[in-house]
């Protein structure tokens, strides 16, 4: 189950932030507008060249590679996700995982968005402070059997406008859920060799919570 939301999360993600840092100077009060108007323009450009994107989706990984990754906070994202291995890291590791780690996530979620179509995507309202340099965005994924998942987008205000850094489905943090997984692998086994694994074998999908268990929180 955490597959196919962790796909839908990684979906929406592609879909809702491109062109994020282009507009945010027009509607930085509304981080909720203004992603929902990134998104029906990129769904337009899927709807009209959904066919050769199903034919060749390495065409989308480069639509994405070019055009969302500026508005993604990869670095304080992956630094969230090594947490105190963070520190105890190299520069040289500290790019090899932002790059591999992204570029994992890309290869394994990108060619979703082939699939994906405007009725699977509602933005809710905004209900944040637009004072303040952080906001939640809150969205629902509409599953296949017409039932409507949580997946809310954890975002910063920098210096070059909005990005987002965590995107939380149903009260689990993809952050949390990695950081949990690459860090019981590190302490077994090394930084170097996840590192090694993440640039020749990809990302794993991350781990279910438990039933009853406490929505995951991520320290910013």
């Given amino acids: 189950m955490m597959k196919s939301l962790a796909i839908a999360a990684m979906t929406m993600t592609l879909a809702l932030l491109v062109g994020l840092g282009a507009r945010a100077a027009e509607d930085a009060s509304d981080p909720s507008k203004l992603i929902e108007e990134c998104a029906n323009k990129m769904l337009k450009d899927l709807d009209a060249h959904r066919a050769e ?8 990984n480069r639509l994405v590679d070019e055009v969302l990754l500026p508005h993604f906070d990869t670095q304080y994202s992956a630094r969230l996700v090594l ?3 963070w520190r105890e890291a190299s ?9 591999a780690f992204y570029k994992s996530l890309l290869e394994n979620y990108g060619s979703a968005l082939a699939e994906f179509t405007a009725d699977r995507m509602r933005v809710l309202p905004f209900q944040g402070d637009p004072a303040s340099d952080r906001a939640t965005v809150r969205t629902e994924v509409k599953r296949s059997d017409g039932t409507r998942v949580p997946v809310n987008y954890s975002m910063r205000k920098t210096d070059e406008g909005w990005k987002a850094w965590d995107v939380t489905i149903e009260g689990i943090s993809y952050v949390k859920n990695f950081r949990t997984q690459y860090g019981a692998e590190i302490e077994q086994k090394g930084l170097d060799s996840v590192i090694k694994r993440l640039e020749t074998e990809g990302v794993k999908p991350a781990p279910a919570a438990r039933p009853g268990t406490a929505p995951a929180k991520t320290s910013t």
């Fill in 83 to 85: 947490g105190k291995y």
């Fill in 53 to 60: 994107y199903r034919k060749d989706p390495t065409k989308i």
């Fill in 91 to 99: 520069q040289d590791q500290r790019q090899r995982f932002i790059d």
